[in-house]
């Protein structure tokens, strides 16, 4: 069975090409939808068989190398195309595949009268692709073409709606501000490549162990790659590119921004650990930076009106929680959020593409209003994934964040939990806002032009999937004081031997108990709050104020940007067309061009058209061969 784990990969490629080269010509836009979705879900049927067979061998043998091809050799660089299926690489696919199918079965009915349907469907298949390329590789290489791949993909998805000049600009934004970090990963890679002679993450493992690196060589080779981090996984000061990136389709925001390609960061930290772990200065920055992005984030949140902005800013501070656990060496913990985050918020994100489309494209939470009992489906889902992601017990975004809080207190960074506890409390207010504004008080829209109605099947039941996994999905991962957490011992055989050297923290069970009932009473008090505040309809702006507005415009962050970024590099890359472009590059051609021009003008002139004219040259010439002959 081992040697068709290729086609967790080859499956979704196949639906790219047959959508992309023929989705033109298929008639029923269904087909190309469903084929999207049956090249996902063979994916996934294939991954819970590679689940299967690792978890049946010995525990320190559940490693499996499929190799492809030879890719590169040139000298002493020998880089195969392979895939690494271990317990790491397989809780990835699983999530991809899993959580991907379901979206793609919800976009079936969304994107329901597209005339770009199977182009759509196409891109999707091909984002997965690329997804499972980056999670599976066993080389840095091979991990970095799927890394550019997503983004590509990102491109295409978020400026789908290519005629509409903000997606373009935001596919831009996105496409830009991701290059920035890939250089970071990219230089990294050659730091790895003279330290250890190999990109193979396997390799790699093996030569940390028996070769002498200076400390200072891993700080560098792990902050460049913390470079990449933050560009795809949408961290300080990368982050800007990901709210606009929810100018694409519903559909697109839910698979690239909640479970997926933002957490490609998180992954690569988790893949590249034991480098981590011994640049004790890069897990520090990795937890500030993380703290700094969740903290921020969700106070920006909390003043957005538009519902998709809402879970986007969500997405970067949740990113920021997974990049606490990492800094913190809690890399199980980490691994364990991003899958907690991907039912809960991709949950929440169809929810409210489905909201969008029961309220005929509007997306302003303020011009909503008593929609519960009119999308009930839509709500009770939205409810859930709302509750997982406040951290109330028994759903999954409880044991996670709560293990992350956990990790963060008793490895001694109080600051750090102080900030993290602030921002959960802001999770829940802002989440309990939107929930409030958008299902609760009275309509605030013109009952008379919208109509509210329920979303079709197509859509629905994949809410209701997810939302099932939202409750129940976090028993994998169960705080070691009420029983075994499954998820930590699978991965544990990934993560060993970058926990053997980081410090052991010494958990104390009362202190645990303790800390687990602060935070679930932190997002009672925060839901209780917003509920008061808002179901019946206010508004943030009513008691905050000019702070409000401070919020409301991201800290101004873009314009910022634009001024001490944006603005000096187009004044550069003027300087450099005119002088270097129009005045070297183009006088140079451009001279030339005159020099024969002119040439060819003055020799025009001797073709007159009159025959005396050509003899007497005629003879000019003859005379002059001969002259030259009698006196050589």
Same mark, same amino acid.
């Given at each position: 069975?081992?040697?068709?784990?290729?086609?967790?990969?080859?499956?979704?490629?196949?639906?790219?090409?047959?959508?992309?080269?023929?989705?033109?010509?298929?008639?029923?836009?269904?087909?190309?939808?469903?084929?999207?979705?049956?090249?996902?879900?063979?994916?996934?049927?294939?991954?819970?068989?590679?689940?299967?067979?690792?978890?049946?061998?010995?525990?320190?043998?559940?490693?499996?190398?499929?190799?492809?091809?030879?890719?590169?050799?040139?000298?002493?660089?020998?880089?195969?195309?392979?895939?690494?299926?271990?317990?790491?690489?397989?809780?990835?696919?699983?999530?991809?595949?899993?959580?991907?199918?379901?979206?793609?079965?919800?976009?079936?009915?969304?994107?329901?009268?597209?005339?770009?349907?199977?182009?759509?469907?196409?891109?999707?298949?091909?984002?997965?692709?690329?997804?499972?390329?980056?999670?599976?590789?066993?080389?840095?290489?091979?991990?970095?073409?799927?890394?550019?791949?997503?983004?590509?993909?990102?491109?295409?998805?978020?400026?789908?709606?290519?005629?509409?000049?903000?997606?373009?600009?935001?596919?831009?934004?996105?496409?830009?501000?991701?290059?920035?970090?890939?250089?970071?990963?990219?230089?990294?890679?050659?730091?790895?490549?003279?330290?250890?002679?190999?990109?193979?993450?396997?390799?790699?493992?093996?030569?940390?162990?028996?070769?002498?690196?200076?400390?200072?060589?891993?700080? $560098?080779?792990? +902050?460049?790659? @913390?470079?990449? *981090? #933050?560009?795809?996984? %949408? !961290?300080?000061?990368?982050?800007?590119? /990901?709210?606009?990136?929810?100018?694409?389709?519903?559909?697109?925001?839910?698979?690239?921004?909640?479970?997926?390609?933002?957490?490609?960061?998180?992954?690569?930290?988790?893949?590249?650990?034991?480098?981590?772990?011994?640049?004790?200065?890069?897990?520090?920055?990795?937890?500030? $930076?993380?703290? +700094?992005?969740? @903290?921020?984030? *969700? #106070?920006?949140?909390? %003043? !957005?009106?538009?519902?998709?902005?809402? /879970?986007?800013?969500?997405?970067?501070?949740?990113?920021?929680?997974?990049?606490?656990?990492?800094?913190?060496?809690?890399?199980?913990?980490?691994?364990?959020?991003?899958?907690?985050?991907?039912?809960?918020?991709?949950?929440?994100?169809?929810?409210?593409?489905?909201?969008?489309?029961?309220?005929?494209?509007?997306?302003?939470?303020?011009?909503?209003?008593?929609?519960?009992?009119?999308?009930?489906?839509?709500? /009770?889902?939205?409810?859930?994934?709302?509750?997982?992601?406040?951290?109330?017990?028994?759903?999954?975004?409880?044991?996670?964040?709560?293990?992350?809080?956990?990790?963060?207190?008793?490895?001694?960074?109080?600051?750090?939990?102080?900030?993290?506890?602030?921002?959960?409390?802001?999770?829940?207010?802002?989440?309990?806002?939107?929930?409030?504004?958008?299902?609760?008080?009275?309509?605030?829209?013109?009952?008379?032009?919208?109509?509210?109605?329920?979303?079709?099947?197509?859509?629905?039941?994949?809410?209701?999937?997810?939302?099932?996994?939202?409750?129940?999905?976090?028993?994998?991962?169960?705080?070691?004081?009420?029983?075994?957490?499954?998820?930590?011992?699978?991965?544990?055989?990934?993560?060993?031997?970058?926990?053997?050297?980081?410090?052991?923290?010494?958990?104390?069970?009362?202190?645990?108990?303790?800390?687990?009932?602060?935070?679930?009473?932190?997002?009672?008090?925060?839901?209780?709050?917003?509920?008061?505040?808002?179901?019946?309809?206010?508004?943030?702006?009513?008691?905050?104020?000019?702070?409000?507005?401070?919020?409301?415009?991201?800290?101004?962050?873009?314009?910022?940007?634009?001024?001490?970024?944006?603005?000096?590099?187009?004044?550069?890359?003027?300087?450099?067309?005119?002088?270097?472009?129009?005045?070297?590059?183009?006088?140079?051609?451009?001279?030339?061009?005159?020099?024969?021009?002119?040439?060819?003008?003055?020799?025009?002139?001797?073709?007159?058209?009159?025959?005396?004219?050509?003899?007497?040259?005629?003879?000019?010439?003859?005379?002059?061969?001969?002259?030259?002959?009698?006196?050589?």
């Amino acid at each position: 069975m081992v040697k068709y784990f290729y086609l967790i990969t080859v499956l979704p490629l196949v639906g790219f090409l047959i959508n992309g080269l023929f989705g033109a010509k298929i008639k029923n836009e269904k087909v190309s939808g469903i084929l999207g979705s049956l090249t996902v879900l063979g994916s996934f049927v294939i991954t819970v068989l590679a689940l299967l067979h690792i978890t049946s061998l010995p525990e320190g043998s559940r490693t499996i190398t499929i190799p492809l091809f030879s890719w590169i050799t040139s000298g002493t660089l020998n880089i195969s195309a392979a895939y690494l299926v271990d317990p790491l690489s397989v809780t990835m696919c699983l999530i991809i595949t899993g959580v991907g199918f379901l979206i793609h079965v919800y976009s079936i009915g969304y994107m329901h009268g597209d005339k770009g349907y199977a182009r759509f469907f196409a891109f999707l298949n091909l984002f997965i692709f690329a997804m499972l390329n980056l999670v599976l590789g066993d080389n840095m290489l091979l991990m970095f073409l799927g890394w550019e791949g997503v983004g590509l993909c990102s491109y295409l998805l978020i400026g789908f709606f290519y005629e509409k000049k903000f997606t373009g600009d935001a596919a831009n934004k996105a496409f830009w501000v991701n290059r920035i970090g890939d250089f970071g990963f990219m230089i990294a890679m050659f730091f790895i490549f003279m330290s250890f002679g190999t990109l193979n993450f396997l390799q790699i493992n093996s030569a940390i162990a028996t070769t002498t690196i200076a400390v200072s060589t891993f700080t $560098i080779i792990t +902050l460049l790659l @913390f470079v990449g *981090a #933050t560009g795809k996984s %949408a !961290q300080i000061p990368l982050f800007i590119w /990901l709210p606009d990136a929810m100018a694409g389709p519903t559909p697109v925001s839910a698979l690239i921004h909640a479970a997926t390609m933002v957490t490609a960061g998180v992954y690569m930290i988790g893949r590249t650990s034991l480098l981590f772990a011994h640049a004790p200065l890069t897990m520090n920055v990795v937890m500030v $930076i993380g703290c +700094l992005t969740a @903290f921020m984030a *969700a #106070t920006i949140a909390v %003043a !957005q009106n538009d519902i998709k902005k809402i /879970l986007a800013y969500s997405t970067v501070s949740q990113l920021g929680f997974m990049f606490m656990a990492m800094g913190a060496g809690a890399f199980s913990t980490g691994i364990f959020h991003v899958t907690t985050h991907a039912f809960f918020k991709a949950l929440m994100f169809l929810a409210a593409g489905s909201v969008i489309h029961g309220m005929h494209d509007e997306q302003d939470v303020t011009k909503m209003g008593g929609l519960k009992n009119k999308m009930k489906v839509t709500f /009770l889902t939205f409810l859930m994934g709302g509750i997982a992601i406040s951290g109330i017990p028994p759903f999954s975004g409880f044991f996670s964040k709560d293990e992350i809080l956990s990790k963060l207190f008793f490895s001694g960074n109080y600051a750090i939990f102080g900030i993290a506890v602030i921002t959960a409390f802001l999770t829940a207010f802002y989440v309990f806002r939107l929930i409030s504004l958008t299902f609760y008080g009275n309509p605030r829209y013109d009952e008379s032009h919208v109509h509210p109605h329920e979303s079709p099947a197509s859509m629905t039941i994949p809410l209701i999937i997810l939302a099932v996994l939202s409750v129940v999905g976090g028993f994998i991962g169960i705080p070691h004081i009420i029983g075994p957490n499954i998820l930590e011992h699978f991965l544990e055989p990934v993560f060993a031997s970058a926990w053997n050297i980081l410090p052991e923290h010494h958990i104390v069970e009362s202190t645990e108990i303790g800390l687990i009932a602060f935070s679930v009473l932190v997002a009672a008090i925060a839901i209780f709050v917003s509920v008061k505040m808002f179901s019946g309809g206010q508004r943030l702006d009513a008691f905050s104020g000019g702070f409000y507005n401070l919020l409301k415009e991201k800290y101004k962050v873009d314009e910022i940007y634009d001024i001490i970024i944006v603005r000096p590099l187009r004044w550069l890359t003027e300087i450099f067309y005119k002088i270097f472009d129009v005045k070297i590059i183009d006088g140079a051609v451009n001279g030339v061009a005159s020099f024969f021009m002119n040439l060819s003008i003055d020799w025009r002139k001797i073709q007159t058209g009159v025959v005396q004219d050509y003899a007497l040259f005629s003879v000019a010439g003859i005379l002059c061969i001969i002259l030259y002959i009698l006196l050589r």
